[in-house]
């Protein structure tokens, strides 16, 4: 079984729809979740990370943590043609020796 | 937020050669660097993690023999693949993270694409 789960889609929405994302974990130890965007043949970059469990908001994006269920989930409201990536989660004990999941390629139709 | 470069973006190679990748934080002092591998639509999975001035850690699987990581200085890690194979062509990415910053102060690097013939 590996250590986090994602599905790899792929994801196609039109534009305006609600994109939902999850991963499930293994490891009750981890207390650091992150969610990254990779574009293509790019490197990952930080677009939201939560601590513990619990939600966070940034604008567009809301990153949700349930440690009881072992299940995180990304929800990108409005999404734009520009959201169009893979979406990474990852997630650690101490934060920086991340544990990747598959990641899931969305598609935003215009 | 700090920028992480890595040199080359992309190579080709022949079986048996040698390949050097650099990893260079622009703007920050990175105590710690970090290499991945990631196979198309698949996760980044970590190879090695290098603290400046000390031998790197490698995970668990991972030869290292065959992937040499020189961390020698606060702004540059090097990745070397040692007579390549065509099963180590790979998109090689690297990370940086400076000892004091928090758990969020991790840049990614662009990427090096290897392609072994």
């Known amino acids: 079984q590996k250590e986090v789960e994602q599905d790899p889609g792929p994801l196609s929405v039109p534009e305006g729809a609600i994109v939902s994302l999850n991963c499930t974990y293994s490891n009750s130890a981890f207390q650091y979740f992150m969610w990254y965007r990779q574009y293509s043949r790019k490197g990952p970059e930080l677009l939201m990370y939560t601590y513990s469990s619990g939600n966070k908001e940034d604008g567009r994006f809301t990153a949700q943590v349930d440690k009881s269920s072992k299940y995180i989930s990304l929800f990108i409201r409005d999404s734009q043609p520009s959201d169009s990536a893979t979406y990474l989660c990852?997630?650690?004990?101490?934060?920086?020796?991340?544990?990747f999941g598959a990641g899931t390629t969305v598609t935003v139709r215009a | 937020g700090a920028v992480v470069s890595q040199h080359p973006s992309r190579v080709i190679c022949k079986s048996g050669t040698s390949v050097k990748i650099e990893c260079r934080s622009l703007d920050f002092q990175a105590t710690t660097m970090f290499w991945y591998r990631q196979f198309p639509k698949q996760s980044l999975m970590l190879m090695a993690t290098?603290?400046?001035?000390?031998?790197?850690?490698?995970e668990q699987g991972v030869e290292k023999d065959k992937f040499l990581i020189n961390h020698a200085s606060l702004t540059l890690s090097t990745l070397t693949v040692t007579s390549a194979h065509p099963e180590d062509s790979s998109f090689y990415i690297c990370?940086?993270?400076?000892?004091?910053?928090?758990?969020?102060?991790?840049?990614f690097g662009p990427g090096t694409r290897l392609t072994v013939t």
């Open positions: 290098s603290n400046e001035g000390s031998k790197a850690t490698y």
């Open positions: 990370s940086a993270r400076d000892f004091s910053g928090g758990p969020t102060e991790q840049y």
């Open positions: 990852a997630m650690d004990f101490w934060g920086y020796k991340l544990s």
